[in-house]
């Protein structure tokens, strides 16, 4: 609700007649209205009926409305080049996230209001303690670039925690692509499932310790000490080995 963070967000994303923004949760507005004035045309995912009413009344036109959830949506049907906003549910900032990654090829880029706690993982480096899962599968995608802290004061009702905006930017080319990402996805869950024990135990379904050598890895390092690059070469390793 603070006027001062619902600018700087917008400043953020600098939106233009033209391109292609798609506001996330719109809500009662806050930031639809501020985005509306430069873009002049703005489409928005709205899950509740009762909001996406008045939101229709009020800004109509110019919103294109979607009544639907984030999660089951299909960006694919606005084009490409899209301009993605967005105060994601707490709740379920990573899934919408992990599905907008579907989507990547589509995005020029993402704004996010989430917890400070998740935009720390998210931007996490290797062998830091936030490093993990979340880090690994949004970096191999984009550059995460936290922004700007928001309090707690600023929202209504307030939450217990403070949150961040963050920028996620596709990167494109991939510099690391997976060979089989359904093997790459299983092999950062299962490093991370169990992410204080060495990845000769946490891994061993998936590569021998000879094979960890091969590829340069030592067996007794843990999930949180491998880079992006060195997890791809490993789910590469294992699709080619079982292709």
């Known amino acids: 609700?603070?006027?001062?963070?619902i600018a700087?967000?917008?400043?953020?994303?600098?939106?233009?007649?033209?391109?292609?923004?798609?506001?996330?949760?719109?809500?009662?507005?806050?930031l639809t209205r501020p985005l509306?004035?430069?873009?002049?045309?703005?489409?928005?995912?709205?899950?509740?009926?009762?909001?996406?009413?008045?939101l229709e009344n009020e800004f109509t036109p110019g919103l294109v409305l979607h009544t639907a959830d984030v999660l089951a949506f299909d960006f694919a049907q606005l084009?490409?080049?899209?301009?993605?906003?967005?105060?994601?549910?707490?709740?379920?900032?990573?899934?919408?996230?992990f599905h907008l990654a579907a989507f990547g090829a589509r995005i020029r880029d993402i704004h996010v209001l989430l917890?400070?706690?998740?935009?720390?993982?998210?931007?996490?480096?290797?062998?830091?303690?936030?490093?993990?899962?979340?880090?690994?599968?949004l970096q191999y995608r984009f550059t995460v670039e936290p922004?700007?802290?928001?309090?707690?004061?600023?929202?209504?009702?307030?939450?217990?925690?403070?949150?961040?905006?963050?920028?996620?930017?596709?990167?494109?080319?991939?510099?690391?692509?997976?060979q089989d990402e359904a093997v790459f996805e299983r092999v950062v869950a299962a490093a991370f499932m169990q992410r204080r024990k060495m990845l000769r135990n946490s891994l061993a379904a998936f590569c021998s310790e000879a094979e960890f050598a091969s590829l340069g890895l030592a067996p007794t390092v843990r999930a949180q000490d491998l880079s992006v690059a060195q997890y791809v070469a490993l789910a590469n390793h294992v699709a080619q080995r079982d292709g």
């Open 1 to 5: 609700m603070d006027a001062g963070v």
């Open 8 to 30: 700087a967000i917008v400043s953020a994303l600098r939106p233009m007649p033209g391109e292609k923004i798609v506001e996330i949760g719109p809500g009662l507005g806050a």
């Open 36 to 54: 509306l004035a430069a873009a002049r045309e703005l489409h928005a995912i709205e899950i509740d009926r009762d909001l996406a009413r008045l």
């Open 79 to 97: 084009g490409t080049d899209l301009r993605v906003i967005g105060n994601l549910p707490y709740h379920i900032s990573t899934p919408v996230l």
């Open 115 to 137: 917890q400070k706690e998740v935009v720390a993982r998210m931007a996490a480096a290797p062998s830091d303690t936030d490093y993990g899962r979340l880090s690994v599968m």
């Open 147 to 178: 922004l700007f802290d928001v309090p707690a004061a600023a929202f209504n009702p307030q939450p217990k925690v403070d949150s961040t905006v963050a920028r996620l930017t596709p990167l494109r080319p991939l510099p690391h692509p997976t």
